[in-house]
């Protein structure tokens, strides 16, 4: 995540951070939840709403000196991962024990077979759900 001084051009959720002497006039929290969205019919004029109900357009003064920053969604934290296990084949190969891909050391490196060539780039496992 990052802060950045350029107001939204796209509807989306944001992180809000008014200077603080500006938090100090409008007696607001450091960082806050807005939603930015379209409040026309005809989809021109990008708005920041604050809890639902408040809203400005985004290119209001309000907003000046106000620091910006995307809000994601975290990954799922019930989705299974997506990273080989490895188990011991021999001395110098291993082979993962949810998608059967096979790697080998070099000496150097971990090699992975990948139709019938061995590459450095590691696939992802292809473990199923
Ligand atoms: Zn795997």
């Known amino acids: 995540m990052t802060w950045t001084t350029t107001r939204?051009?796209?509807?989306?959720?944001?992180?809000?951070?008014?200077?603080?002497?500006?938090?100090?006039?409008?007696?607001?929290?450091?960082?806050?939840?807005?939603?930015?969205?379209?409040?026309?019919?005809?989809?021109?004029?990008l708005y920041v709403f604050i809890n639902n109900i408040e809203s400005w357009p985004v290119e209001h003064s309000y907003w000046d000196g106000a620091q910006w920053a995307e809000r994601?969604?975290?990954?799922?934290?019930?989705?299974?991962?997506?990273?080989h296990v490895w188990l011991h084949k021999s001395k110098h190969q291993q082979r993962c024990k949810h998608c059967g891909q096979v790697r080998r050391w070099n000496g150097t490196r971990w090699l992975y077979r990948r139709q019938g060539q061995l590459v450095r780039q590691r696939p992802e496992c292809k473990r199923q759900p």
């Open 8 to 45: 939204p051009t796209k509807p989306g959720e944001y992180w809000l951070s008014l200077p603080p002497v500006s938090r100090a006039i409008v007696g607001c929290a450091a960082v806050r939840a807005v939603v930015v969205h379209y409040a026309d019919a005809e989809r021109v004029k």
């Open 72 to 83: 994601s969604v975290p990954a799922d934290p019930f989705a299974i991962s997506h990273h």
